[in-house]
């Protein structure tokens, strides 16, 4: 962590990044760092690999953007916020990988030991990427943040705990929520922004993921997923796949959630699990990663929609499996 701290007090062009599609924890650390590193002067500038989720769209009032079209801008230190392998960053993480630059991960996924970053700001027992860009803030000295920044954090938090209610909210998030609320974070306002302002299409997006439910393993697998063309043909959205998986959570028996969709001819899977199964581990034999109650993998090009769905079916078998919970 020092080293991290070091190198961001060191150097003066600081490009900060994140994980293709940023969430809201994503974006959130990338706004609280881009605050917190103009409070000390520095030249920061933000460069996503492609367009985030449009429910988002709002925090680029305070901490703008742009996206990533073939050249990063000159930089002497890249901090790339809510994942630690560069093929996260897609076609970006590529070119950052010819680059001989200083780079700094700021991440709370589980991290491999032969990682290739400069230095890590890492820990995973952190709800939120965006709770350690304020400790980052805080280690760094920054004694006031814009009340951007705090919402930014707040988003953060509440997107990758599922407004507190799932296992990652500990009593450090609880009280990151107070902390947050007493700068003035108006959480009506927030939800709102976040969670209540979706186009009429997008509700359909869920109607062609439940079309094509199935369970597995005595009810305690849900498998769905969304085929490109029927989402266009109901003229569905499907941005954000949380809404499907809490859905399919809510029933009793069930353990583990996966989703899979298209996008741009890749095919993506969500996993998501109550309280046993690691779906980090599931994930991580299909080529993803995560957390484990939270994961997802982007399968290679030429992976069909069909054939990842029989991946995942086995591959969710085999975790049940292996992880003793098939009895
Ligand atoms: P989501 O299902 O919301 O896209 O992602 C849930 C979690 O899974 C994220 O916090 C991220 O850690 C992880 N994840 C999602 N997609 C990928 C992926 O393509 N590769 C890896 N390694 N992890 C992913
Ligand atoms: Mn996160």
């Known amino acids: 962590m020092q080293d991290a701290l070091q190198l961001l007090q060191m150097q003066q062009r600081i490009l900060l990044s994140g994980h293709l599609r940023a969430d809201g924890d994503c974006l959130g650390a990338i706004s609280v760092l881009y605050h917190a590193l103009q409070a000390l002067g520095k030249e920061v500038q933000v460069i996503l690999p492609n367009a985030p989720d449009g429910r988002y769209g709002f925090l680029q009032e305070h901490t703008p953007w742009t996206i990533f079209s073939g050249s990063l801008p000159n930089y002497e230190l890249l901090v790339v916020c809510d994942c630690n392998q560069l093929s996260r960053l897609g076609a970006m993480g590529e070119l950052v990988a010819q680059k001989d630059v200083l780079r700094v991960v700021l991440d709370h996924h589980p991290i491999a030991k032969d990682h290739g970053w400069t230095a890590l700001f890492h820990d995973v027992s952190a709800a939120a990427s965006g709770l350690l860009a304020l400790k980052m803030a805080d280690l760094l000295g920054v004694k006031s943040l814009p009340l951007a920044a705090y919402e930014a954090a707040f988003v953060a938090l509440m997107t990758d705990t599922g407004w507190l209610k799932y296992s990652n909210a500990d009593a450090a998030a609880w009280q990151a929520a107070?902390?947050?609320?007493?700068?003035?974070?108006?959480?009506?306002?927030?939800?709102?922004?976040?969670?209540?302002?979706?186009?009429?299409?997008?509700?359909?997006?869920?109607?062609?993921?439940?079309?094509?439910?199935?369970?597995?393993?005595?009810?305690?697998?849900?498998?769905?997923?969304?085929?490109?063309?029927?989402?266009?043909?109901?003229?569905?959205?499907?941005?954000?796949?949380?809404?499907?998986?809490?859905?399919?959570?809510?029933?009793?028996?069930?353990?583990?959630?996966?989703?899979?969709?298209?996008?741009?001819?890749?095919?993506?899977?969500?996993?998501?699990?109550?309280?046993?199964?690691?779906?980090?581990?599931?994930?991580?034999q299909l080529g993803g990663g995560g957390h484990a109650r939270a994961a997802g993998v982007t399968f290679e090009e030429g992976v069909s929609l069909t054939k990842a769905v029989e991946l995942v079916r086995q591959g969710l078998l085999k975790g049940f499996r292996e992880q003793g919970l098939d009895a």
């Not at 108006?186 to 709102?192: G, L």
């Not at 976040?194 to 509700?203: D, G, I, K, L, M």
């Not at 079309?211 to 959205?237: M, S, T």
């Open 178 to 284: 107070a902390r947050l609320v007493s700068h003035g974070v108006n959480t009506e306002r927030i939800y709102d922004l976040v969670y209540q302002q979706a186009e009429p299409e997008r509700p359909l997006g869920i109607r062609v993921a439940l079309e094509n439910l199935e369970y597995l393993a005595d009810g305690r697998i849900a498998l769905c997923w969304v085929p490109q063309d029927r989402l266009q043909e109901v003229g569905g959205r499907l941005e954000d796949t949380d809404e499907v998986l809490d859905l399919l959570r809510g029933v009793a028996r069930v353990e583990a959630v996966a989703l899979l969709s298209e996008r741009s001819g890749l095919v993506k899977l969500s996993l998501r699990s109550k309280h046993h199964l690691d779906v980090n581990l599931v994930a991580a």
